[in-house]
């Protein structure tokens, strides 16, 4: 067992040190499992070994499903976010099918464990007034074609709602600069048009004008690197980090947040889920949901804000109930 503490071990504990240890070891030999893997699967199963201190079976045979609720019960009263709950299960499920793989039991006590539900964040998205400010940071004219890469690259981003690898896989092949579509490819190369607005439109056609003549570049790639390649996922990172910084945005801003200000401005400005779901290339509309709680939770903020009848003292409504 991974742990300092192997005396005075119960007889349940004892044989489960000695079935964490050989599952290690089957993670490690036959999986090459990282080191890092094999710290959080021990871990976890330590803990249960200590939890079982007070469990009156005596074998691995006689734990059954009441018992492992009875863990996961300890580690919600701990305050565990669900996440590492979730993990724990997912720990005790790997070691319990190695024991029915070594023929140590018959029946996997594990199995009817629930996982819990993950946690809903919201997706993090810019305001109007940031993005415009995001957008106009990089210059329109008059500068390197690298600068205006970056001006083209931004204003894609938010016109198309494009996940990173979807912007650099484009070939200018798949602009339609005139008819102003896109041809996307996204998850299992799954084929979609995303729209280009006008400044997007105008971006990029100065930014290929820029491009013209140029040596020793790739003729079909559309974003360039400054060796004349495909831009890569992390290259993109760098630019938008770049230009967050100099436009001074208080904000984490990555690629994906353009995607996640584009759907939340879409259904802002009255677009449907399905239309907004399409333009995404989101295969299941429940997907496409989670927006609508994005600016359910805005139109709220500013009901509360802005409303008199939104938040305000207690003292107050009881004084208005009561004149």
Known sequence: MPSSEKCDLTPLQAEMTRW???????????????????RGYANDLVEFVDFLADVDARTPAALDPLTLRSYLGTLADRGLARASVARK???????????????????NPADLLR?????????????RDEITLLLDAPPQSGATWLALRDR?????????????????????????????VARLFGKGRRERLAVLGVPAVR??????????GGARR????????????????????????????RAALAKHVSPHTFR?????????????????????GHRNLATTQIYTHVTTAR?????????PGGSRPAAKVQRRQGA
């Open 260 to 280: 996640h200000t584009f759907a939340t401005h879409l259904l802002d400005a009255g677009a449907d889920l399905r239309s907004t779901q399409e333009l995404l």
């Open 152 to 180: 083209a690259i931004l204003e894609t981003l938010y016109s198309t709602g494009a996940r990173v690898s979807e912007l650099v896989g484009l070939s200018r092949a798949d602009l339609d600069l005139a008819g102003g």
């Open 89 to 107: 299960v997912a720990s005790l499920r790997s070691l319990f099918r190695f024991l029915i793989r070594e023929r140590a039991l018959e029946h």
């Open 218 to 245: 790739d003729p079909r790639a559309l974003f360039l690197n400054a060796a004349g390649g495909r831009l890569t996922d992390r290259s993109v990172r760098r630019v938008v980090l770049s230009w967050v910084n």
């Open 299 to 307: 139109k709220r903020a500013t009901f509360e804000a802005a409303h």
């Open 203 to 212: 971006a990029l056609r100065i930014y290929l004008a820029a491009l013209e």
């Open 115 to 127: 996982r819990p539900r993950p946690e809903k964040r919201l997706p993090a998205f810019l305001t």
């Open 20 to 38: 964490v240890d050989s599952f290690l070891a089957h993670l490690l030999g036959q999986r090459g499992a990282s080191p890092h893997t094999l």
